[in-house]
């Protein structure tokens, strides 16, 4: 019943920016732990950054902080991530992830139980 949805990824010259946004459609009754991960070719899936159902904590990875920044609107139940900067090594297929009612989980994919199907995004130089 629950499906996510992400979209805004595009094709840009680096140092530009992107917004990509993710929204839960279906039974919502809960606060959801969403978080984005990246896969690009040849790499192994990547955890980008995670925000906690109340939106207290968050997390960015080390080779996007500065330059991205997620956040959330709990009454719309989406998520989205504010890529500026953008760099080639940036390129990847985006998703986005969520988890019901629980507790703070940050990056570990293995944990999170509903996945999008993802967004390309493309950063020329």
């Known amino acids: 019943q629950v499906q996510l949805v992400e979209s805004g990824g595009d094709s840009v010259q680096a140092g530009g920016s992107l917004r990509l946004s993710c929204a839960i459609a279906?039974?919502?009754?809960?606060?959801?732990?969403m978080a984005w991960f990246r896969q690009a070719p040849g790499k192994e899936r990547e955890g980008v950054a995670a925000?906690?159902?109340?939106?207290?904590?968050?997390y960015i990875a080390d080779s996007v902080k500065g330059r991205f920044t997620i956040f959330s609107d709990s009454a719309k139940k989406t998520a989205s991530l504010q890529m500026n900067s953008l760099k080639p090594e940036d390129s990847a297929r985006y998703y986005c992830?969520?988890?019901?009612?629980?507790?703070?989980?940050?990056?570990?994919?293995?944990?999170?139980?509903?996945w999008g199907q993802g967004t390309q995004v493309t950063v020329s130089s």
């Open positions: 279906g039974l919502i009754d809960t606060t959801y732990g």
């Open positions: 992830a969520a988890v019901g009612m629980s507790p703070w989980i940050g990056p570990l994919q293995g944990a999170y139980k509903y």
């Open positions: 925000i906690s159902g109340s939106g207290t904590r968050t």
